[in-house]
């Protein structure tokens, strides 16, 4: 795998390959200009390099497209269907993008653009940049599983992701993927993610907190609650490192009885400012896979996520620190410059898992109150189960957790709708075919280093797989017939921590880690409803997902790495009696 090479080497390059061929232009017009003793020809060499730009990129353009329908007869394949927008070098699908990204929610785009092509899997060029969009499950299947080989993150993902993912277990590929790979598994082993006890404190720590905010007679934002909780639990539970997050103030509304006051007030928190800057990070990078191959342009002069870095790094130096003390100390230079590696490579596997172990894990209990708050039947059936199997006070246990079917389904209902990683990517190495979408029931030709972005949450909700009812939560599709139906004959429709052999190492401890919070949390409260008046004044209300579904996620929802909301989840909840 090639070194990170930096965005302003990556512009000149843009650059490079961009303006050569009208330079070649304006050297012939200028050549031609000589010989043949023409007047005004600086102007003329002018005109030949500024028309010269548009030229060669249509008709290199045009030429690729035509390869392209080549090579995919001689496979007995087809191009995709191909999105083309209205302006020259389809700007204004980019900006579609960007728009979509920023005000909207991207998936509405993706399903437009499947809309159009009459299936899963299309393509676009952007800027002469060629890419596929499919949320087909056998295509999924072939790049993360049979052709596993011959796909790989990608030298665009990885240079656009470098600045925060570094060269972690999610921003690698070849042997330095196996190398943070090996790193990673010891610590998802069956004891170390079935032992609950540092769960458990974490889990009554903020349970203990949010039982105080309402004492107080205030809402709070359950999404930095969970945060909280699972930073907190993720550190010590992989590095040993206590930060104590949760000893911090919880944000608070503020509110004035009728003034529709909904401002904060108060410092932030280093813990907070943490996390603020790591969704701030995680927004560029956003950004820059929206933006194609010329992010780099645009971040010629500033990186954008440098300031947001540097709060991350101060934040994240005494866990370093900490890790590095453990390790003897080294005297010469030759040792030095190998404790400098370890640093860095120890930096990078700690921001990567810090975002797997804290950002997908509060991602679904965040979704997932947010639905049972929606459905108080859904949430008083779940309860009820947790007072059945485990009792009112008593400590979850492993028996327990893989007792409770109808938990598990309430996880995976939520996980279905909301993916904590809705869009990814993977880029192909040499060219192959992907079997569903093509015209006429043909595969699709795959150019090699071509990239694939994979909607996971537009997939989730298809309903020629999963039913009429796909839109709906309903935690009993996992447990009823409707599991055999859709679910068993093509199990990669369903694919909320990927699969193959990249498939999230930490996923068991994820599902146990959500399973035990929300016991502990039902067990303490018999009620949740969001609180409408703390929540951020919103085109549409929260309360009406049911039937406005588009419009409350487009207030709602905001994808950055991992799926989040843009103003967090206010809530009540009433606590259990102990009398």
């Not at 930096?347 to 950002?359: H, K, L, M, S, V």
């Amino acid at each position: 795998m090639a070194p990170h090479v930096g965005r302003r080497v990556l512009a000149l390059r843009y650059i490079r390959d961009t303006v050569l061929a009208p330079t070649v232009i304006g050297l012939i017009v200028h050549y031609l200009a000589t010989r043949l003793d023409l007047p005004h020809k600086p102007l003329l060499v002018l005109c030949g390099i500024v028309v010269g730009w548009p030229v060669k990129f249509s008709l290199a353009v045009r030429c690729q497209r035509l390869h392209r329908a080549w090579k995919a007869r001689a496979l007995g394949a087809v191009p995709a269907f191909e999105i083309r927008g209205k302006l020259f070098g389809d700007i204004d699908t980019i900006q579609e993008v960007n728009e979509a990204s920023k005000s909207g929610f991207i998936g509405e785009w993706i399903v437009a653009q499947y809309e159009k092509g009459g299936s899963g899997t299309v393509a676009a060029v952007f800027l002469g940049d060629y890419f596929l969009l499919t949320n087909d499950p056998g295509n999924i299947k072939v790049m993360l599983a049979t052709e596993f080989n011959n796909f790989e993150k990608g030298s665009f993902a990885r240079e656009a992701a470098a600045s925060l993912l570094g060269e972690g277990v999610f921003n690698t590929d070849g042997d330095m993927w196996k190398m943070h790979r090996s790193m990673t598994r010891p610590f998802f082993t069956k004891d170390r993610i079935n032992d609950y006890e540092t769960i458990d404190k974490y889990a009554m720590k903020a349970i203990k907190k949010m039982k105080e905010r309402f004492n107080e007679g205030y809402a709070l934002n359950f999404e930095d609650v969970i945060h909280r909780f699972t930073l907190d639990a993720a550190c010590e539970f992989l590095f040993n490192t206590k930060l104590q997050t949760l000893d911090s103030t919880l944000a608070c509304p503020h509110i004035k009885p009728g003034s529709g006051d909904h401002t904060s007030s108060g410092e932030i928190s280093p813990e907070e400012a943490f996390s603020r800057a790591l969704v701030g990070a995680e927004t560029v990078l956003m950004d820059r896979f929206n933006c194609g191959e010329v992010w780099c342009l645009q971040e010629f002069f500033k990186d954008k996520s440098e300031s947001y870095m540097e709060v991350i790094n101060e934040f994240l130096n005494p866990i370093l620190e900490e890790c590095l003390a453990k390790h003897a100390a080294r005297n010469d230079a030759g040792e030095a410059d190998d404790e400098a590696k370890t640093l860095n490579i120890l930096r990078d596997e700690i921001i990567n898992i810090i975002i797997a172990g804290r950002d997908t894990t509060a991602s679904t209990l965040t979704f997932a109150i947010f639905l049972l708050s929606l459905h108080p039947e859904v949430f008083d059936r779940l309860r009820a189960e947790v007072l059945n199997v485990v009792g009112p006070i008593e400590q979850p246990t492993y028996k327990n957790i893989r007792e409770m079917k109808y938990l598990r389904a309430v996880l995976n209902e939520t996980l279905r709708l909301y993916p904590p990683l809705p869009i990814n990517t993977r880029t192909s190495i040499n060219e192959t075919t992907l079997p569903e979408g093509g015209k006429g029931g043909k595969p699709i030709y795959v150019p090699p280093k071509t990239l694939i972005s994979f909607s996971t949450i537009t997939m989730h909700r298809r309903k020629d797989l999963w039913g009429p009812d796909a839109d709906e939560f309903d935690p009993d599709r996992f447990i009823d017939d409707r599991i055999k139906k859709y679910f068993v004959p093509n199990p990669f429709i369903f694919l909320p921590f990927g699969a193959g052999p990249r498939i999230c190492l930490g996923q068991q401890f994820a599902y146990n880690e959500m399973s035990f919070f929300l016991i502990r949390l039902l067990q303490n409260f018999n009620s949740v409803t969001l609180d409408t008046d703390a929540q951020p004044r919103r085109t549409t209300s929260l309360l009406e997902w049911k039937t406005k579904r588009q419009e409350v996620e487009r207030d709602l929802l905001s994808a950055h790495l991992t799926l989040s909301t843009k103003d967090g989840i206010w809530v009540r909840m009433n606590e259990v009696s102990t009398l």
